[in-house]
């Protein structure tokens, strides 16, 4: 396929001057780097460039020779899974003094390299700004000692650099979450759900150290994920006295019959003083203090190993394209800069207004002014620690608000992994707010049969790390219990309702709203919250569960992909779940390196179907000699998994054999992921706020009761691009077709494209979603929270 006319502009501007783009990793490195080189090269092959690695990151820039080497298409295979950095990163001494920089000049000008990628923290993109703002005078210097002619300094004038952030900290200003930190993140939670199942047997007290010198999100975002009891982070050190109030925390909590405690500590933890915690010293205090039997635990380097997780390779994917487009978009006068993303969206950032907020933040820690080094992290950290204060101390009861309203929370439809997540953070938040909590079993269904419960702060502890529902969960809708429900309703006076599930949530929250001239019952606030791994509920653009699903999914490819490499020459059909939205299939492909995806919103034939055949005949030519195929369970009725399987079978006769695999409900199973347990959160205590405030504005004092009639107090909680919206069903019924169960338009769709791109198929790139240049806020607008964790 041609480029798309809108793009033609871009491409030509690449194949005509900038002619080569050098990526380098230089830095600490971190899981998804790979999957950024893989994307940088592999678009830039797409728009005719040459493409150079330069290995051990600066200092092969400065030795050149054969560590600067063009690269081919199959240069990048097999690196998607690999954690680390596959060109290798190193420390360079040499790239500080303006004589390294001569010779780094003199290696990229002898290769025609006038664009280059840099992966790597603040460090790493500060060194390369410095490289382009000296890069004409180191080249008139080499002019005049006659290295190169004068050609040369004309052809080659000008530098474009664009960053990308890879770190585990999550560190740096201007981006919500940098390429590594959610690997980071899940080799974090994997070793404390391990360590709180052998706490438990022993009533035990854990004291995990995690890194981040200088920055807490890790441990902060960790102790979220795990509802530790006490997190000590750098930019927010425990007010004097701290010591007592930990160890009656604990002790309190080991009343409430809790058999373990969990301390996460950063390693740059500091008190008010800017004196460091040590992990050692918290569990030396534990001990001398409570006599609790402690332990310590270090991560250290096993938070930056490993497979990359599914987002991080989207992301690294998703930055490493666009990379690459805006050093296609680059002139000699726009300034070096990051892409990165903001909620959902990709945005380019001038790289040193990043890199000086940055320094702020450290220069606030450095001079005790803890509250602005806060703020300066940005609202996705600022939400992460009000959610996590609000949730883990609890306020005695004397000092909770009253509100005498009940809130009653319940689980529709499938289970997703991170419901149970959303439903302690609800109920947690709600007695804050001084509301009494109930909680329903079985959906609708339990409803309907009175199996309610009032539900307490200590009932939902330890619910952040399980799987599936807890409260039990039914597809049923609440249509043909509506009396049944409004009883219910009466008898134990419902205020407000929140409900959290896939389409039948969505459904059901619609169908109460539209029973509301008959029910007077159903005249309160609701909201719902999506939590499905279909990720198909419309006015969202992610669901609580989907991530969970995407890395089971990812997790099997990477397995099956590694079993063909052995017998070469195979091709693996796999079919993934999703209802009629092909989500899944989609993002599992991009993250897994597909070949091909097929799914129900983009229609395909016969025709579609030789041409990928024929493309996987020329790949066994190559030296890769496997492929990867994702089916979506309703893509197509006639063409099913077995249909394309034999189909391929047969073509593929003498040329490669065939797998198919069903993967099923193991997408559904398995513990959140870090993802899915912050969103679930942090969504679950927005939507508790916004129930409590819609409740003071809807209760009429005369009558003694609650009544909610209009749109905005039945609304759908989601995520859009950069901002958490609420928005009332009764809109969101227009972006709906209710037949396939899906959004009428849905904004994956438009990374179909890199998908392709990336397995080396023609097709055009719709650039007009691509990032602009905006400049770095020290806060966005109050409503824009980003749904990044």
Known sequence: MEPHPADKKLFENLSGSGKAIGVLTSGGDAEGMNAAVRAVVRMGIYVEAKVYFVYEGYQGMVDGGDNIVEVSWESVSSILQVGGTVIG?????????????????????????????????????????LFREEWSGLLEELAESGKIDEEAVKKYAYLNIVGMVGSIDNDFCGTDMTIGTDSALHRIIEVVDAIMTTAQSHQRTFVLEVMGRHCGYLALVSALACGADWVLIPEYPPEEGWEDKMCVKLSENRARKKRLNIIIVAEGAIDSHNKAI??????????????????????????????????????????????????????????ACVVSLSGNQAVRLPLMECVQMTQEVQKAMDEARFKEAVQLRGRSFENNLKTYKLLSHRKQDAELPKSNFNVAVLNVGAPA??????????????????????????????????????????????WTGQGGSILGTKRTLPAKYLEKIADQMRTYNINALMVIGGFEAYESCLQLYEARSRFEEFCIPICVLPATISNNVPGTDFSIGADTALNAIVETCDRIKQSASGTKRRVFIIETMGGYCGYLANMGGLAAGADAAYIFEEKFDIRELQANVEHLTE??????????????ENCNENYTTDFIYQLYSEEGKGVFDCRKNVLGHMQQGGAPSPFDRNFGTKISA????????????????????????????VCLLGMRRRNLVFQPVAELKGETDFVHRIAKEQWWLKLRPLMKILAKYKTSYDVSDSGQLEHVAMHRPKEAETGAI
């Open 619 to 632: 790949k066994m030519k190559t030296s890769i000699q496997r492929g990867l195929v994702l089916r979506n």
């Open 686 to 713: 927005k939507a508790i706020q916004w129930i409590s405030k819609k409740l003071v504005e809807t209760y009429r004092k005369e009558e003694g009761k609650v009544f909610a009639n209009t749109d905005d107090t």
């Open 417 to 462: 992994a991170g419901m149970n997540a959303a439903v302690r953070s609800a109920v947690r938040v709600g007695i804050t707010e001084g509301h009494k909590m109930f909680a329903i079993n079985d959906g609708f269904e339990g409803f309907a049969k009175g199996q309610i419960k009032t539900i307490s702060w200590g009932d939902v502890g330890g």
């Open 278 to 335: 040590t992990s050692e010293q918290v569990k030396d205090l534990v001990v001398r203090c409570l006599g609790f039997d402690t332990r310590v635990t270090i991560l250290g380097h096993v938070q930056r190993g490993g497979t990359p997780s599914a987002f991080d390779r989207i992301l690294a994917s998703r930055m490493g394209v666009e990379a690459v487009l805006a050093l296609l978009e680059a002139t000699p006068d726009t300034p």
């Open 89 to 129: 990163s190193a420390r360079c001494k040499a790239f500080r003094t303006r004589e390294g920089r001569l010779q780094a000049a003199y290696n990229l000008v002898k290769r025609g390299i006038t664009n280059l990628c840099v992966i790597g923290g603040d460090g790493s993109l500060t060194g390369a700004n």
